[in-house]
Nanobody, 116 residues
């Protein structure tokens, strides 16, 4: 069984920074890709960023390019999301997603609130 546990969310003022972590544990053999999604209140879940586990290539949503950085630690099976210059519209529950072959796993999410 695979578990994903996110951490690092919280309340931050506009222009501030947060770093999210997502640690994977359990029956993990080969991770293909990990990513972050977010869902604001009353809105659909949207893609934020993803990283290939093999070569570290990354992809970002246009709304976060230049402000967010996704990275990974292959030894710890952990993915990070460094979020800088946060805006009120970044407020959402952030969840990580892991792809292992044909299977997909989700974390429970962590709340990020950007407000003055």
């Amino acid at each position: 069984q695979v578990q994903l546990v996110e951490s690092g969310g919280g309340l931050v003022q506009p222009g501030g920074s947060l770093r999210l972590s997502c640690a994977a544990s359990g029956s993990i053999f080969t991770i293909d890709r990990m990513g972050w999604f977010r869902q604001a209140l009353g809105k659909e879940r949207e893609f934020v960023a993803a990283i290939s586990w093999s070569d570290g290539s990354t992809v970002y949503a246009d709304s976060v390019k230049g402000r967010f950085t996704i990275s990974r630690d292959n030894v710890k099976n952990t993915v990070y999301l460094q979020m800088n210059n946060l805006k009120p519209e970044d407020t959402a529950v952030y969840s990580c997603k892991m792809n292992i072959g044909p299977s997909t796993h989700w974390g429970q999410g962590t709340q990020v609130t950007v407000s003055s």
